[in-house]
């Protein structure tokens, strides 16, 4: 598709709406920017990369809309605030609207027709544990030899990583995309279904034991949880019509791994492990090579990540989890680790919850956790919002404090977990210097105890 000569708007300025500019007005499109904040952080890199670049401040009017071509979206703009007028008048007037993952799409398109060029792409979205499964599946798609470059919203933008690629004359085997959800809409199997060609390859997981041919589960052998793959007993079974009624089958189930043997701790993480494995089969890689991967993946910083053990108590850095969704996964991925004993999590959450209903932490809590130690500006709120799950809780004004309060309740064999649900900025810098400062806190325990990180 040639954007010589149109007109685009880009609507946001941060990573990926600076990409879209560059892209665009490498492409030759005549570029409008345009951000609520008066000077955004990339401002000057806008202007350095792309010279007489035309930038807006303000809330998006449709008068933002004037001689337009298209309009393309940042990521984390809501459909409800920022887009509520902009969005369907752009609607009104015919005028297209995309995201920064149609713009990719396109380029690949051309790219096709120009060069022959088609890539393996794998695309990842979902509320929580996106990062996780992009990175893991992009380890997984080089051990099984693929060249293959990873982006999308969660760093770099992909726009920049396939001009970048251009420029090196580096194109890859694989592209694995991560995107983010706020535009993402709620869609039942059935309707999924729909939108894929009735001969794709259709490859399910689930944290239950596997039933159908080509899936991934979870299977529980005597008090240990295996990741599971069960086979189809008739090669025309792997390449049925997801439209057409199937009729039972046979299965062969097949024990891949522990999942204790992955680096990544919780039921969450085995899920994710099993949504990699599923996406990677779905474009034909072997088994072997992805098995390898597994066990090799570190996990990303921040994201339940294992600092030390001290004592018999582990301690897990979830920084990243800046939102009750992922506090809630993290709970009950390492609550369901535990085999059925209960109550062997100790919490420290807390921040600035921007207006978040901290009610869902209730549930697990319940279930999961032996007491939370909260900090930061919506202590109270989640304080409020738990009471009912009936466990020990404290209040601490530092995370060193909280820490040390943590170790206090904590009992071996359990675990301390640092997992917010709240955004870090009313006490830190950022989520990486909350985690450090967790970090830190905890060393400083463990050379208490004669030992070290």
């Known amino acids: 598709?040639?954007?010589?000569?149109?007109?685009?708007?880009?609507?946001?300025?941060?990573?990926?709406?600076?990409?879209?500019?560059?892209?665009?007005?490498?492409?030759?499109?005549?570029?409008?920017?345009?951000?609520?904040?008066?000077?955004?952080?990339?401002?000057?890199?806008?202007?350095?990369?792309?010279?007489?670049?035309?930038?807006?401040?303000?809330?998006?009017?449709p008068a933002l809309l004037e001689v337009i071509d298209f309009v393309t979206l940042s990521p984390g703009l809501a459909p409800r605030r920022e887009l509520a007028v902009i969005v369907p008048a752009a609607a009104e007037q015919g005028i297209p609207v995309w995201g920064e993952i149609e713009l990719f799409a396109q380029a690949l398109a051309q790219l096709k027709e120009e060069r022959g060029y088609a890539p393996k792409v794998i695309a990842i979205t979902g509320t929580n544990g996106k990062t996780t499964v992009t990175s893991l599946t992009g380890l997984l798609c080089r051990r099984a030899g693929l060249s293959t470059r990873v982006a999308g919203n969660i760093n770099p933008a992909a726009l920049d990583v396939l001009r970048e690629a251009l420029?090196?004359?580096?194109?890859?085997?694989?592209?694995?995309?991560?995107?983010?959800?706020?535009?993402?809409?709620?869609?039942?199997?059935?309707?999924?279904?729909?939108?894929?060609?009735?001969?794709?390859?259709?490859?399910?997981?689930?944290?239950?034991?596997p039933k159908d041919p080509d899936s991934f589960g979870l299977v529980n052998e005597r008090g240990v949880l295996w990741l599971a793959h069960a086979a189809a007993g008739e090669e025309i079974e792997k390449k049925r019509k997801k439209h057409e009624a199937a009729e039972p089958v046979?299965?062969?189930?097949?024990?891949?791994?522990?999942?204790?043997?992955?680096?990544?701790?919780?039921?969450?993480?085995?899920?994710?492990?099993?949504?990699?494995?599923?996406?990677?089969?779905?474009?034909?890689?072997?088994?072997?090579?992805?098995?390898?991967?597994?066990r090799e993946y570190k996990g990303e910083p921040h994201r339940v990540e294992l600092v030390t053990t001290i004592d018999g108590i582990e301690y897990y850095d979830d920084s990243k989890g800046t939102n009750v969704g992922a506090t809630v996964a993290a709970l009950s991925g390492l609550g369901k680790a535990f085999s059925g004993e209960s109550n062997r999590i100790v919490l420290i959450a807390g921040g600035d919850g921007k207006g978040q209903d901290f009610a869902p932490l209730a549930e697990p809590v319940s279930r999961y956790v032996r007491a939370v130690v909260m900090i930061g500006r919506d202590a109270a709120r989640i304080r409020m919002a738990i009471e009912p799950a009936g466990v020990d809780m404290a209040d601490c004004r530092t995370l060193p404090e909280a820490v040390e309060r943590a170790a206090q309740y904590a009992q071996a064999g359990d675990c301390v977990l640092?997992?917010?649900?709240?955004?870090?900025?009313?006490?830190?810098?950022?989520?990486?210097?909350?985690?450090?400062?967790?970090?830190d806190s905890v060393r400083e325990l463990a050379l208490a105890k004669g030992q070290d990180l």
């Not at 000569?5 to 879209?20: D, I």
């Not at 202007?47 to 670049?53: C, E, F, K, L």
């Open 1 to 61: 598709m040639s954007y010589e000569g149109k007109h685009a708007l880009v609507l946001g300025l941060g990573e990926s709406g600076l990409a879209m500019a560059q892209w665009l007005a490498r492409c030759g499109a005549r570029v409008r920017v345009a951000d609520t904040r008066t000077e955004p952080a990339r401002l000057a890199a806008l202007r350095s990369a792309v010279p007489g670049v035309e930038f807006v401040c303000g809330e998006f009017d």
């Open 250 to 294: 046979e299965v062969s189930l097949s024990r891949l791994m522990p999942a204790d043997a992955l680096h990544i701790r919780g039921l969450h993480n085995a899920a994710n492990a099993l949504a990699a494995l599923a996406l990677c089969r779905a474009i034909g890689l072997p088994l072997a090579p992805l098995l390898h991967g597994l």
């Open 418 to 439: 640092l997992s917010p649900a709240c955004a870090s900025l009313d006490m830190f810098t950022n989520y990486a210097h909350r985690a450090q400062v967790f970090i």
């Open 167 to 209: 420029q090196e004359d580096d194109l890859p085997q694989a592209w694995v995309l991560g995107q983010q959800t706020v535009r993402v809409l709620n869609r039942d199997d059935a309707t999924v279904m729909q939108m894929a060609a009735p001969t794709a390859p259709l490859v399910t997981f689930g944290t239950g034991e």
